[in-house]
């Protein structure tokens, strides 16, 4: 029997900023940034494909930068912004990028869709003019299955137009 | 038309940028339990004791079930009920279920899981077709079939087999393999069930609510009406979500014993295991042709790997088998098809169920015929090309058939012809043909396919129909249908779809099924509507459309009360006089031909795919920006396949369940991809419509396999095309050797006795007065 995991877990107190709110929280010390956000504070949008860090989905951003969420502890992100793709829109005014995505068909079954908005995010505020090569490399990381990324590279040359 | 044909974004658009669509998963109800899953480790082996004392005991642990408590046996296709929710008797794979736990946390639950002790007797697996073919060295792996490990044998002759091989001017033989691979939807398989009042509620992420219901019913010894089930929003299919599944089950039965909901979501190493994906299968074809090329016999063989398990095998054997004769006009053809059990985890259905890899055989097959003939293959192709309106020897209907255009654009586009040759590089050219839904249910009986309902209320128009949408589109398709006859945007609609409480039936999202009978069932519907708001408009002297919309709702409904409509949709009884005829009919085919372009590294083996053309003959495109999605993301799946993805096992155990070690093409894996979506206008399609999801993925493999042969000489008769056996193969050729990779031979099979099936009348007469 693995008793350890039985045993009373150690929790620790800390404040998260995420989409601009600072919310405090009582949080297990193993669990993960991405544990937190879906099961702490309801922010489901993060979704999760492997939790090993191999496919993406659950791309976060933390001041700016694109990270894996499910390979995050909450315990080192204090102070840092984290954005999910909750955080993006101005109130129901949608993000270019979200607009793009929906309007080219770059969405399907939409459950990568989220990881790859903060990617997309992360790469136009660092190249607002980027190539498909910048695209296709700042992407690499997001697996999707059922677009064949085509019309998200659409999505995203669109927003970035719109953007500039 | 104001929406049909128009590429609007799809209604779900907003839910899924922003979030907001809840998956099975984001599903969190007040005192859910958390449920874990004990598996085997044992690709074959009995059980000889399974306790779970030390479990029950564990504090945060409420429920623990084994199969003692779900012993009903149940399975997608009637014929093959062989799958236990949990096994207690015995295992057949690595990762097969034995018992579950619901505790109050997901670590307790796990932790419980191996607390769990199971006492195993372990068996000889059996872990390819050749030792499946063999005798058992302990016991064969399924208490049926027969003989030795084999599952389902098939053989079927249509036509004069034996006198068009006489009358061919030239015959040929090759051998090839197709590798197994999985769906791998980014969503993982997830469930969650709550039990309230003697009802059992269960939200999934499934592609076929209506055969998860069955099966709920069957195991839980419950009437149908006492579980709904419900499609959560729905991370990704691909054929991956369409049987009933163990944690579906288990669920169930554990909110049932425990009062509280209960979830469990599948690890990624899990949906591994869960897999139903593409059959590994070995193929033999010998055709007979005359000296243009024109085919007059065809004998095709199919050895398929089935995994532990039935799941939809059955379909998937006669599927190797069935659609040959639906993309070249084959006067005589011959069938013989085995699949048989292996201790790996059950192959199903996956993108093209089971005509991928013929598919990939007939394609290479004809390209080689062709080179021996001294013919262009495009064109020799084309002299075969099944013709619209006809039925083909083994009794399938074809109606509208957009090949030669489909053809003429990707050939056309690509410069095929007129490019300039320069060394390591090459192209490659395939066809298609798909099912726009399968012809006959799952089970047999004589009721519609799908059924949709419309409500109209204080101008607010709400669709009912138990489609599920997986990332398609089929919402936005029924949307759209219902928009275009009522004059409105498919925004205006309110979707209620896949929930078996509050939906009228529909089969699912498998078989590429839900444009053509969902929208013909939702375009009845419509239409029955609109005669009712029209009606009462012209009562009051106006022309339909003249009025407002919500006027137009109020006048109908103080002259008819309460409005609604319904529509259904049964397709046509078009099989063929013969056992085995169920698979294989389509009220209507898609087509689709494409040109793969590629640099092969003849010192590395490495292909870079620069660019691929394809054309897709769709009837009619509903939404043309959802029919080019559905393309580009086959064409993606199709690229995966033909270069990288593989299951594969060593010493029973999966060799890669992960997402990093299962190779699966990357942004920078995927080339550019140039669409022409064809229209054909179906006569029975909704506004002429047909499939777009699956049968644009089927024409890459060979493509592929073809372009690299054009590149270096060598022929890859093995998908995945690996650079590994693209330098053994020009290794064999520099040494004067065959210059190809491929299978050597296939096994001797105990086919039975051929059952010979006089062709329908009139079928075949065309091709042999041409010949």
Same mark, same amino acid.
């Given at each position: ?20 709110e ?92 989220p ?15 980027p ?34 | !038309?104001?929406?049909v ?20 998963d ?20 009995r ?6 004392s *030390?479990?029950?005991?564990m ?7 084994t ?17 236990r ?14 018992a ?13 899981c ?70 791998l939807p ?6 969650? *069930? ?7 509620? /269960? ?20 009437? !149908? ?15 991956g ?97 085995c ?37 262009d ?41 007129e ?6 590089h ?9 099912l ?23 101008g ?9 949408d ?12 219902? *928009? ?10 309110? /979707? ?15 078989s ?19 005669? !009712? ?36 949709y ?28 590629l ?15 394809? *054309? ?17 993301g086959?064409?993606?799946?199709? /690229?995966?396949?033909?270069? !990288? ?9 999966h060799k ?98 051929t ?17």
């Amino acid at each position: 029997m693995k008793n350890e995991v039985l045993r009373e877990v150690e929790r620790i107190v800390l404040t998260l900023d995420v989409n601009g709110e600072a919310k405090q929280l009582l949080v297990p010390v193993h669990k993960t940034l991405l544990e937190v956000l879906r099961e702490d504070m309801q922010l489901t949008g993060t979704k999760h494909g492997c939790e090993l860090g191999e496919c993406g989905t659950c791309t976060v951003l933390v001041d700016g930068h694109a990270e894996l969420s499910c390979l995050l502890l909450p315990v080192q992100l204090e102070g840092r912004a984290i954005t999910t793709v909750e955080g993006i829109a101005r109130g129901s005014e949608l993000h270019p990028l979200q607009v793009a995505f929906g309007e080219l068909g770059a969405a399907q079954c939409g459950y990568c869709t989220p990881g790859i908005l903060l990617s997309a995010k992360s790469l136009l505020e660092g190249n607002p003019r980027p190539t498909r090569d910048d695209i296709r490399e700042a992407l690499a990381g997001n697996l999707c299955r059922c677009t064949g990324y085509t019309k998200i590279i659409e999505a995203i040359e669109l927003a970035a137009d719109r953007m500039r | !038309m104001k929406v049909v044909g128009k590429p609007l974004p799809k209604v779900d658009a907003a839910a899924k940028v922003t979030g907001r669509a809840l998956y099975a998963d984001d599903i969190a109800l007040p005192r859910t339990l958390h449920c874990k899953i004990l598996r085997s480790p044992h690709p074959h082996a009995r059980i000889l004791s399974i306790d779970t004392s *030390a479990a029950r005991r564990m504090p945060g642990v409420l429920a623990v079930i084994t199969g003692a408590d779900l012993p009903i046996k149940f399975g997608i296709l009637p014929v093959t009920q062989d799958e236990r929710a949990l096994e207690h008797e015995k295992v057949r794979y690595v990762g097969d279920p034995i018992a579950a736990v619901a505790a109050t946390e997901e670590e307790v639950a796990a932790a419980a899981c191996d607390a769990i002790s199971v006492e195993y007797e372990v068996l000889e697996p059996v872990m390819s077709i050749d030792a499946a073919l063999a005798p058992a060295k302990d016991e064969p792996i399924q208490d049926y079939g027969g003989p030795n490990n084999i599952h389902k044998l098939v053989a079927l002759e249509f036509g004069d087999v034996d006198g068009g091989f006489a009358r061919a001017d030239h015959v040929r033989e090759d051998v090839f393999f197709f590798q197994g691979n999985t769906h791998l939807p980014m969503e993982q398989h997830s469930a969650i *069930a709550t039990y309230v009042d003697g009802k059992v509620t /269960l939200w999934s992420s499934t592609q076929v609510v209506h055969y998860v219901h069955r099966a709920l019913a069957r195991v839980l010894e419950l009437p !149908m009406h006492r579980i709904r089930v419900i499609g959560a929003a729905h991370g990704g299919g691909f054929g991956g979500k369409t049987d009933p599944f163990a944690h579906e089950i288990i669920v169930c039965k554990l909110a049932m014993l425990t009062g509280r909901p209960v979830k469990c979501t599948l690890t990624r190493e899990e949906v591994f295991y869960a897999h139903r994906g593409r059959h590994p299968v070995l193929m033999w074809v010998r055709t007979g042709v005359t000296g243009n090329g024109r085919i007059t016999a065809m004998h095709f063989r199919s050895a398929l790997d089935g995994g532990a398990y039935g799941s939809y095998g059955v379909a998937s054997t006669f599927y190797t088998g069935a659609l040959q004769t639906v993309t070249y006009d084959i006067p005589a053809y011959r069938f013989e098809g085995c699949r048989v059990f292996t201790n790996k985890p059950p192959c199903g259905p996956k993108r093209g169920h089971g005509t991928p890899q013929p598919r990939f055989a007939i394609e290479l097959h004809l390209e080689k015929i062709a080179r021996d003939l001294g013919l262009d293959p495009v064109n020799m192709k084309r002299r075969n090309f099944v013709q619209p309106y006809t039925r083909t020897v083994n009794w399938l209907r074809v109606t509208s058939c957009g090949l030669e255009e489909c053809t003429e654009r990707v050939i056309k586009a690509s410069r095929f012809h007129e490019r300039e040759r320069r060394a390591g590089h090459g192209m490659g050219f395939a066809i298609s043909s798909y099912l726009s839904g399968a012809g006959t249910a799952i089970y047999w009986n004589d009721m519609p396919h799908s059924e949709v309902q419309i409500k109209v209320d204080r101008g607010g128009v709400t669709v009912y129909c138990g489609a599920m949408d997986i990332g398609q589109g089929s919402d936005s398709v029924l949307a759209t249908i219902v *928009a275009e006859e009522l004059g409105l945007q498919p925004t205006d609609v309110r /979707l209620v779809t896949a929930d078996t409480d509050t939906t009228p039936i529909d089969l699912g999202s498998y078989s590429s099924r839900v444009t053509f009978m969902a929208g013909n069932a939702a375009l009845e519907a419509a239409r029955k509507m609109r005669a !009712m708001l029209a009606e009462a408009v012209e009562a009051r002297g106006h022309e339909f459309g003249e009025v407002a919309f919500e006027e137009a709702c109020v006048l109908a409904e103080a002259r008819f009360g309460t409005l609604t409509s319904a529509g259904s949709y049964t397709p046509p009884k078009i099989a063929g006089p013969y056992k085995g005829s169920g698979v294989g009919p389509s009220p209507a085919y898609s087509y689709s031909a494409c040109v793969v372009d590629l640099d092969a590294d003849a010192r590395t083996g490495l292909i870079a795919v620069n660019k691929v053309w394809i *054309a897709h003959d769709v009837g009619r495109a509903i939404n043309p920006l959802l029919v080019e999605g559905q393309v580009e993301g086959s064409v993606y799946m199709g /690229l995966g396949e033909a270069l !990288m993805e593989e299951q594969t096992f060593r010493k029973g155990l999966h060799k890669w369940p992960s997402m990093l070690e299962y190779k699966s093409p990357t942004f920078l894996d995927v080339p550019e991809i140039e669409t022409f979506i064809v229209e054909t206008n179906d006569p029975e399609g909704p506004y002429g419509a047909k499939e777009a999801g699956q049968g644009p993925l089927l024409p890459v493999p060979p493509a592929l396999s073809s372009a690299v042969y054009d590149a270096l000489g060598v022929w890859i008769d093995e998908i995945p095309v690996t650079p590994e056996k693209v330098i053994e193969a020009l290794r064999r050729k520099e040494k004067g050797e065959e210059p190809r990779y491929g299978p050597q031979r296939f096994p001797t099979v105990p086919y039975p006795p051929t059952i010979k099936v006089e062709p329908p009348p009139g079928a075949a007469n065309a091709a042999t007065a041409s010949i």
